[in-house]
């Protein structure tokens, strides 16, 4: 059946008017079931397909088709003759890869999520989070054209303040801000956004604007910009309560922004120029396989790993093997560096007292009594005995927190090396003073080799791939030997 009037709203929507690949364009196709909505995006598709450089096509309407489609996406982009099993990266991975992927383009591009039914209701088994697999920019536009359109309801100047100003159009200015901030978070407005999409009734569309002005805009705090140097008031200055902890999260979040995850290449930028490191590591692994009772085995993983992952056991398991993957290596020198597990000691340095999980210091007698200085750590370290702690509000945000103390400490890094262990997961990590960035996970006792690289990268190391700029660290060394 020809419907050539939907087929032309659909090319003027997605087509016409385009100049580059920043005009982004979103577009929803409502109808009932069977009414023939993927037929008219397809022949969309077919008619127009050597307009883009790139399409994809994504089954919505599962989560385990939601799943494959993206790990499929994703190794095409970014691994295209891998024989490896897909699963060997996470969604969350895979997903934060594509939309990455999507905001670097400069050809047009075409993202189809077909079949999804279900994006207004988070309770429903079949429901899709759109703000999860959508690239932002697009949405980060159509979130400001909707905050303006709100702002013009008059309406918006009738209705009472949530935070204490004069009214909802106050909050509407100050979300407007946020939103247009290089630090956007799309999972602020993502529920907003989908109840207007859905055309649900005007009540809760309301109670949705409220949500997100309350959620995005208190409590006050300084904004943010971006600077080469620490802030001058930062997360250091905030005590360590649960009382608190919001607030924390929020300016940490600012300190931080942006964050990425499953950044391709990671291990080869940070870790390939370490001489020696691959064929060490490679040695050294081996030996962690022979003998009788070996540390490492390919069907169960490592020797000795603690069951339920908890803190102090896997701290204790993590210092002794280190020692025992610098015996395999070189069996007669002592290593000067060495790991810090101190977790409830605090270290000297911050307003607040900080606590440190796990790091490495240049310090062959540091043990659990030492005390040490953030101007000491080399490398820092977050511990969760959960797996699904690998998240911004959980772990990475803990981890920002120790580079912040290590940045602002040390005057001559320019940037900080660290990682985080949920569970068995492991994650490496690069914060400078604008942000992070972090590599894909994985399981170190599926992947052992990649645990021992890690390991030994980070004790040998020199100071320019640790992050210290060399000629200040040069000076600031020879005013202390002077002194």
Same mark, same amino acid.
């Given at each position: 059946?020809? =419907?050539?009037?939907?087929?032309?709203?659909?090319?003027?929507?997605?087509?016409?008017?385009?100049?580059?690949?920043?005009?982004?364009?979103?577009?929803?196709?409502?109808?009932?079931?069977?009414?023939?909505?993927?037929?008219?995006?397809?022949?969309?598709? =077919?008619?127009? =397909?050597?307009?883009?450089?790139?399409?994809? #096509?994504?089954?919505?309407?599962?989560?385990?088709?939601?799943?494959?489609?993206?790990?499929?996406?994703?190794?095409?982009?970014?691994?295209?003759?891998?024989?490896?099993?897909?699963?060997?990266?996470?969604?969350?991975?895979?997903?934060?890869?594509?939309? !990455? #992927?999507?905001?670097?383009?400069?050809?047009? &591009?075409?993202?189809?999520?077909?079949?999804?039914?279900?994006?207004?209701?988070?309770?429903?088994?079949?429901?899709?989070? /759109?703000?999860?697999?959508?690239?932002?920019?697009?949405?980060?536009?159509?979130?400001?054209?909707?905050?303006?359109?709100?702002?013009?309801?008059?309406?918006?100047? /009738?209705?009472?303040?949530?935070?204490?100003?004069?009214?909802?159009?106050?909050?509407?200015?100050?979300?407007?801000?946020?939103?247009? &901030?290089?630090?956007?978070?799309?999972?602020?407005?993502?529920?907003?956004?989908?109840?207007?999409?859905?055309?649900?009734?005007?009540?809760?569309?309301? @109670?949705?604007?409220?949500?997100?002005?309350?959620?995005?805009?208190?409590?006050?705090?300084?904004?943010?910009?971006?600077?080469?140097?620490?802030?001058?008031?930062?997360?250091?200055?905030?005590?360590?309560?649960?009382?608190? !902890?919001?607030?924390?999260?929020?300016?940490?979040?600012?300190?931080?922004?942006?964050?990425?995850?499953?950044?391709?290449?990671?291990?080869?930028?940070?870790?390939?120029?370490?001489?020696?490191?691959?064929?060490?590591?490679?040695?050294?692994?081996?030996?962690?396989?022979?003998?009788?009772?070996?540390?490492?085995?390919?069907?169960?993983?490592?020797?000795?790993?603690?069951?339920?992952?908890?803190?102090?056991?896997? /701290?204790?398991?993590?210092?002794?093997?280190?020692?025992?993957?610098?015996?395999?290596?070189?069996?007669?020198?002592?290593?000067?560096?060495?790991?810090?597990?101190?977790?409830?000691?605090?270290?000297?340095?911050?307003?607040?007292? =900080?606590?440190?999980?796990?790091?490495?210091?240049?310090?062959?007698?540091?043990?659990?009594?030492?005390?040490?200085?953030?101007?000491?750590?080399?490398?820092?370290?977050?511990?969760?005995?959960?797996?699904?702690?690998?998240?911004?509000?959980?772990?990475?945000?803990?981890?920002?927190?120790?580079?912040?103390?290590?940045?602002?400490?040390?005057?001559?890094?320019?940037?900080?090396?660290?990682?985080? /262990?949920?569970?068995?997961?492991?994650?490496?990590?690069?914060?400078?003073?604008?942000?992070?960035?972090?590599?894909? !996970?994985?399981?170190?006792?599926?992947?052992?080799?990649?645990?021992?690289?890690?390991?030994?990268?980070?004790?040998?190391?020199?100071?320019?791939?640790?992050?210290? @700029?060399?000629?200040?660290?040069?000076?600031?060394?020879?005013?202390?030997?002077?002194?």
């Amino acid at each position: 059946m020809s =419907r050539p009037h939907l087929h032309r709203q659909i090319k003027e929507q997605l087509h016409d008017g385009i100049q580059d690949a920043i005009d982004t364009r979103i577009l929803a196709v409502q109808g009932l079931g069977g009414s023939g909505k993927s037929q008219l995006v397809l022949d969309y598709v =077919r008619k127009y =397909r050597e307009d883009y450089s790139t399409i994809f #096509w994504v089954e919505a309407g599962q989560k385990e088709s939601i799943d494959r489609d993206y790990l499929q996406i994703h190794r095409l982009l970014f691994d295209p003759i891998s024989v490896t099993r897909l699963d060997t990266v996470s969604i969350e991975d895979a997903v934060a890869a594509v939309k !990455r #992927w999507f905001h670097g383009q400069t050809e047009r &591009s075409l993202l189809v999520l077909d079949s999804a039914d279900v994006i207004d209701d988070d309770d429903n088994e079949s429901y899709i989070n /759109l703000a999860f697999l959508t690239p932002f920019l697009g949405v980060q536009n159509l979130a400001l054209d909707l905050i303006s359109a709100l702002q013009i309801l008059p309406a918006s100047r /009738l209705l009472c303040s949530r935070n204490g100003g004069k009214n909802l159009f106050g909050d509407l200015s100050r979300l407007n801000s946020i939103v247009n &901030s290089d630090g956007f978070d799309i999972e602020r407005i993502g529920p907003l956004l989908q109840a207007v999409l859905s055309n649900e009734p005007d009540d809760l569309i309301r @109670d949705k604007v409220y949500a997100t002005v309350t959620e995005s805009t208190s409590p006050p705090r300084p904004i943010s910009s971006i600077q080469q140097t620490p802030w001058h008031r930062n997360t250091s200055s905030f005590a360590n309560s649960s009382e608190h !902890r919001k607030y924390v999260d929020d300016v940490l979040k600012e300190e931080l922004v942006p964050m990425y995850v499953a950044v391709p290449g990671f291990f080869e930028a940070f870790f390939g120029k370490v001489a020696g490191l691959e064929p060490a590591a490679k040695a050294v692994f081996e030996k962690c396989k022979e003998e009788d009772n070996p540390l490492y085995q390919e069907e169960s993983g490592w020797r000795s790993w603690p069951e339920g992952a908890k803190e102090r056991d896997v /701290l204790s398991w993590f210092a002794q093997l280190t020692g025992q993957l610098l015996d395999f290596h070189q069996p007669t020198s002592r290593a000067r560096r060495r790991p810090l597990t101190q977790p409830h000691q605090p270290l000297q340095g911050s307003t607040a007292e =900080r606590k440190l999980d796990v790091g490495f210091v240049d310090d062959p007698n540091a043990g659990v009594d030492s005390k040490c200085h953030w101007s000491q750590i080399l490398v820092s370290g977050e511990l969760k005995s959960n797996p699904s702690a690998d998240t911004v509000s959980k772990a990475w945000l803990d981890l920002g927190r120790y580079a912040r103390e290590v940045l602002a400490a040390q005057d001559s890094r320019r940037f900080v090396l660290g990682f985080t /262990l949920c569970g068995s997961l492991m994650r490496l990590w690069e914060f400078d003073r604008l942000g992070g960035i972090a590599s894909t !996970r994985f399981d170190i006792n599926q992947e052992g080799l990649q645990f021992v690289s890690a390991v030994l990268g980070f004790l040998w190391m020199n100071e320019e791939q640790l992050g210290f @700029d060399p000629k200040q660290h040069r000076r600031t060394e020879a005013i202390l030997k002077l002194h």
